[in-house]
């Protein structure tokens, strides 16, 4: 291989060694810190310690909130409380995830002919803060006029204490807030009062041209949460599919009804009947015995490959350090929250990192049993090492790709740090692993056929 290539080759893997380093600073700055802080007493020099960005932990290992709702469908058709109940998980994800909740777990269940929305967030202890965070989450709905003997019968019965759950005044309409497209914050150009302006969908809005149509001269009740807010009186059928909600509300009230409504309504009522802060499912006992495992792992990986591939071996350690340290820091930067799913697919991935390896060395000792020099050696066997390598992890990414697509988040966190695991994995196999056996081309060592195969 000629002088230059070569060279070419360790300035390459130096700037890789320095970034792995200052990854490495990254993954466990306290490390860096202390040592700085020492060279700086020692020899007043001004060296900057590194942030300290913690690595983010999901609720098994760091404990949590723990929430459940209760979706009241009574005025759901049967057939429609499936597609309700998945709304207002929807809804529920988009309003946590706006406050940047450590993948958060949003599921469904159905109990004992209840539909409940069960909520876990990572590292939310105090439980006010998360019912606070999810909102009181606003129920949209627009009712019409009771016909007039239905209500004197239904007030009559409430003066005997029965019916006492139902509206006298109002009753329900198909119109409620899941068909809510946008909504804004205006002023009444004459009174200057805030009013809070709802776009309909398509067919939201066909349901509010039919509403007004028939209710001409009648009033239309909007209700929010169960409490109506306005009874506008309609004196015309409203095409267009925009409302209009005017209240007895200031400016900021106005905003934060606004924002929630955008957030999603919700298309059913829910109640919220269990709250508790959870502690960590695995504590910091069983995370500790997590990280040991994955240094055993990646002990007894290293001491197989120097004993096996000797020099190969050692540059297989090496290429494993950097990857582990800069995945680490991907890890952070990113962020990706760990779960002791997301531990193993980081392991996992750490084993894979080392089978192309394995792959390429293979090669080369059938390679130097040919008699080729050593630089030819290495080209040969990366070319013809390469598609098992690309064949057998484009595969894994796939079934990453999959299981994150169509998995609860647990599943989600093991599929996210394989990938990236993978990712990276061929980068260090393929790229630092070539250029540190390029750098032994042309020295003694590479004479060494001992050193190289058996």
């Not at 924002?259 to 499912?281: D, F, I, N």
């Not at 990192?353 to 390679?367: H, T, V």
């Not at 992890?393 to 599929?415: D, E, H, P, R, W």
Request: with cysteine; aromatic share 12%; proline share 4%.
């Amino acid at each position: 291989m000629p002088k230059g290539e070569r060279q070419k080759a360790g300035y390459i893997l130096l700037v890789v060694i320095i970034a792995s380093f200052f990854a490495f600073a990254l993954d466990f700055p306290s490390y860096w810190n202390k040592s700085a802080s020492y060279l700086n007493q020692k020899y007043e020099v001004s060296i900057p310690n590194f942030k300290n960005i913690p690595f983010s932990l999901g609720l098994d290992l760091q404990g949590g909130t723990h929430l459940v709702y209760v979706a009241d469908m009574s005025n759901v058709p049967k057939e429609e409380q499936k597609d309700a109940l998945n709304g207002m998980r929807d809804v529920i994800e988009r309003r946590v995830n706006l406050f940047g909740v450590a993948e958060p777990v949003v599921q469904t269940s159905q109990v004992a002919g209840e539909y409940r929305i069960i909520v876990e967030l990572a590292g939310i202890k105090d439980v006010s803060a998360a019912i606070k965070m999810i909102g009181d989450t606003p129920y949209l709905e627009f009712k019409t006029e009771r016909p007039k003997e239905e209500k004197d019968k239904i007030l009559k019965a409430q003066e005997a204490g029965e019916r006492l759950t139902e509206d006298p005044y109002y009753v329900s309409t198909p119109l409620n807030g899941k068909f809510l497209e946008n909504s804004e914050l205006t002023f009444d150009q004459n009174t200057y009062v805030p009013v809070v302006n709802l776009y309909f969908n398509e067919e939201g809005a066909g349901l509010f041209e039919s509403l007004t149509s028939e209710n001409v001269g009648k009033t239309v009740a909007i209700y929010l949460d169960g409490v109506p807010i306005s009874n506008p009186v309609v004196n015309e059928a409203i095409s267009g599919g925009r409302a209009v909600i005017t209240g007895d509300f200031s400016v900021e009230e106005a905003k934060q009804l606004v924002g929630r409504l955008k957030s999603g309504a919700l298309p059913v009522p829910m109640k919220l009947v269990s709250q508790q802060t959870v502690e960590a499912s695995l504590g910091k006992e069983d995370l500790s015995k997590s990280l040991t495992a994955g240094i055993w792992a990646f002990l007894l990986i290293g001491i197989f490959m120097i004993l096996w591939y000797r020099i190969p071996g050692i540059i297989a350690v090496f290429s494993l350090l950097m990857y582990a340290v800069l995945l680490l820091a991907i890890f952070k930067l990113l962020p990706v929250t760990l779960t002791l799913a997301g531990i193993a697919g980081f392991i996992l991935s750490m084993g894979m990192a080392i089978d192309a390896n394995i792959l390429i060395f293979a090669r080369m000792k059938e390679e130097f049993k040919t008699g080729k020099s050593f630089s030819l050696v290495i080209d040969d066997s990366f070319k013809r090492a390469w598609p098992s390598i690309r064949d057998s992890n484009t595969s894994t990414l796939i079934t990453c790709v999959i299981l994150y697509l169509f998995t609860t988040s647990v599943i989600k966190g093991f599929a996210l740090t394989l990938f990236l695991g993978v990712v990276v994995s061929m980068f260090s196999a393929v790229f630092i692993t070539r250029m540190m056996l390029k750098i032994f081309s042309g020295l003694k060592l590479e004479r060494g056929k001992f050193l190289w195969y058996k």
